[in-house]
């Protein structure tokens, strides 16, 4: 089944305690991209990768890193995470950017005390 | 930066049309998007438009797009419960970035 996927789908957190949530796609697309979702502000671009080995800054980049080893694979990770980073995170993926469907993952309910 | 702005909430009677609305600021989109987010999910695409284009019908959903007014529309003929969701709209800001709105929560009555 075409999906994407993440992982863990829910976590609680300290401040300061470096995290790591996975995303991963079984579709071969080159397009990959990581979103927020806070209430009244709608979904917020953090990061987007082109392909493999490239990436780039959405609108809140702030506070987060990702990495782009594999087309499958773009973990989002939270070196030192705040409790301004609690939220609902998406990863989605696309075949290329633009016109193509961006299909998206079931979220991640992150909360950092 | 871009902007993309929805109201946050519609009632709507089951079997009545639903309209949602959008604008936005980046005159540069060459798609624009709307999305359905069903509770506990994330979002699914329900249908595009080109920015050349002024509407587009695919069965119940007719999409306007107005570019002088950076207006765009989403309408739902027939609206039933399985219709109720958040609609976000998406433009894609011309560099690979996608600009999303806040999110129109759409409950049809019963």
């Known amino acids: 089944e075409a999906q994407v996927t993440q992982n863990p789908r829910y976590l609680i957190t300290v401040t300061g305690k470096k995290l790591t949530v996975t995303c991963s796609q079984n579709m071969n697309h080159e397009y990959m991209s990581w979103y927020r979702q806070d209430p009244g502000l709608g979904l917020r671009q953090i990061y987007y990768?082109?392909?493999?080995?490239?990436?780039d800054k959405g609108d809140v980049p702030e506070g987060y890193k990702v990495s782009r080893k594999e087309k499958r694979n773009f973990p989002l990770i939270l070196e030192s995470p705040s409790p301004n980073q609690t939220s609902l995170y998406f990863c989605?993926?696309?075949?290329?950017?633009?016109?193509?469907?961006?299909?998206f993952g079931p979220g991640t309910r992150l909360t950092v005390t | 930066g871009e902007d993309v702005e929805q109201s946050l909430f519609l009632s709507v009677r089951e079997g009545d049309s639903s309209v949602i609305n959008c604008t936005y600021t980046?005159?540069?989109?060459?798609?624009l998007y709307w999305y359905k987010q069903e509770p506990g999910a994330g979002l699914q695409l329900l249908t595009y438009i080109f920015s050349n284009m002024d509407m587009k019908q695919d069965q119940r959903l007719t999409v306007l797009l107005n570019k002088k007014d950076k207006h765009l529309s989403l309408r739902i003929a027939d609206t039933q419960t399985g219709d109720s969701a958040i609609y976000f709209c998406a433009v894609d800001s011309g560099t690979y970035k996608y600009i999303f709105g806040t999110g129109t929560r759409l409950k049809v009555l019963a």
């Open positions: 989605a993926s696309s075949l290329s950017p633009l016109v193509y469907e961006q299909y």
């Open positions: 990768s082109m392909n493999v080995e490239v990436t």
């Open positions: 980046d005159s540069s989109s060459t798609y």
